[in-house]
């Protein structure tokens, strides 16, 4: 993803709405297992997964096995840097017992210096659907560009691109997507401490630009707190705490600012376990 640093200010640290805990361990012999589960304080509904991975890095091969409370099962298997240095290969399965529903996608990205290149191939009965990218990068200047063709359909369904500077504590990002959506965002490392984010959004024909600025500052190694607001008065701040090596607690409140009285308003509390 291209300039995930301004998304991750805006997304990491809240967890509005949910109670969740990730558990992550590994086994003497080396695979590791991740287990996760929140339940939604709306509506209640609990959500479970349960993942392990071995990876075999002689050969270059990662082995995943997932499974959730929709009860469905996948199967991943990837092979990295063995046909060639930067290239990396996935066979990514999933079938559901209940429905009967299968899929099935197969992976490809290369990746050097300064061109990252992905093709994807998502099987379907109706006919398989194409998703391409390509990135290219120089002296700072990062371009982007990521397609799907529905071959179902017989015509493209997707056609994003992008174009952004990056330094070491800047980044400036701009994107069009589908010819019809636009977007950028700004983000900047102000100091070891506080990182600072902007984004803007609009859709051709419509005359309503959505912004949003959010901040994280560092309170000392072990703890840190994140605010965030957007341009429909909501508000979100979080809060994150290393109780100790592999333990973090997570904490964080999504406020409507226009119906503050109204009630409404969302908490959330995350616990990641980590052995």
């Known amino acids: 993803t291209l300039f995930r640093s301004a998304r991750d200010i805006f997304n990491k640290g809240y967890g509005s709405g949910l109670v969740k805990l990730d558990v992550k361990t590994k086994s003497a012999s080396g695979v590791e297992f991740t287990t996760a589960g929140s339940s939604n304080t709306d509506t209640g509904k609990v959500n479970g997964s349960l993942e392990t991975k071995y990876k075999w890095s002689e050969y270059g091969l990662t082995f995943t096995e997932k499974w959730n409370t929709d009860n469905t099962l996948g199967t991943e298997i990837t092979i990295e840097d063995q046909i060639t240095k930067g290239l990396k290969l996935t066979f990514d399965t999933t079938f559901s017992p209940n429905t009967g529903k299968k899929s099935a996608k197969v992976k490809t990205a290369y990746k050097r210096d300064f061109v990252n290149l992905g093709c994807d191939v998502d099987f379907d009965f109706a006919g398989p659907a194409i998703h391409g ?143």
């Open 133 to 275: 990218s390509a990135v290219l990068g120089y002296e700072g200047w990062l371009a982007g560009y990521q397609m799907t063709f529905d071959s179902a359909k017989s015509k493209m369904t997707k056609s994003n691109f992008a174009v952004g500077y990056k330094t070491g504590d800047f980044q400036l990002h701009t994107n069009v997507n589908n010819g019809s959506e636009f977007g950028g965002s700004i983000y900047q490392k102000v100091n070891d401490k506080l990182d600072t984010a902007v984004n803007l959004a609009w859709t051709a024909g419509n005359n309503c630009t959505r912004f949003g600025v959010s901040a994280k500052y560092q309170l000392d190694p072990t703890a840190s707190i994140s605010a965030k607001v957007n341009n429909a008065s909501v508000i979100g701040v979080g809060y994150t705490q290393t109780l100790r090596p592999g333990v973090k607690l997570t904490l964080s409140a999504l406020v409507d600012g226009k119906n503050f009285n109204a009630g409404g308003h969302k908490l959330g509390l995350g616990l990641e376990l980590e052995a």
